[in-house]
């Protein structure tokens, strides 16, 4: 039997990497139930909770720096914090944007964490095709995580201390 495979995101309520199906009738009902599981009001909620924290850009600066040291911790103590899928040409891009981008606003100024969340949605566009739903999901982690930490939350709270 053939098989057909796609990769499919609907990252605020779970990612399929892989979908494997038998035919094209299961990949018909696969879809309609991933898309029937989608909770937009989740979604536009996760949206409106980043807009309204605010990272300062001193903390923003830390977490660049913390982003570049990850590439470089050992194994175990990256297992030990949130997983960051985000390469130094992207935290570069994430650096650039946010002082070069009028949209952004550098150099003094707060940073909302809705327009964190696209500094590294847009830096991951540059990602290969294998991996772009990946980081796309990943930099949706990382954002949601980091304005958990601003209010108290312990786990991603590694990359603002």
């Given at each position: 039997k053939n098989m057909v495979c796609c990769n499919l995101c609907v990252y605020t309520d779970g990612y399929f990497g892989n979908l494997e199906v038998s035919s094209?009738?299961?990949?018909?009902?696969?879809?309609?139930?991933?898309f029937y599981h989608y909770d937009p009001?989740?979604?536009?909620?996760?949206m409106q909770t980043l807009g309204h924290s605010y990272l300062t850009e001193h903390q923003f600066a830390q977490?660049?720096?913390?982003?570049?040291?990850?590439?470089?911790?050992?194994q175990g103590y990256q297992k030990s914090i949130p997983r960051l899928l985000i390469t130094d040409t992207q935290i570069n891009?994430?650096?650039k944007a946010y002082?070069?981008?009028?949209?952004?606003?550098?150099?003094?100024?707060?940073?909302?964490?809705?327009?964190f969340y696209n500094l590294l949605t847009g830096a991951n566009k540059s990602s290969y095709i294998d991996s772009f739903l990946d980081r796309s999901l990943n930099a949706t982690e990382i954002a949601q995580g980091i304005n958990?930490?601003?209010h108290g939350d312990e786990r991603y709270s590694w990359f603002i201390d």
């Open positions: 094209t009738n299961d990949l018909f009902r696969s879809v309609l139930d991933m009001a989740k979604h536009i909620h996760l977490i660049l720096g913390k982003m570049r040291l990850y590439q470089c911790l050992p891009s994430v650096a002082i070069q981008d009028e949209n952004f606003g550098g150099f003094g100024g707060d940073l909302s964490m809705w327009r958990m930490a601003l």
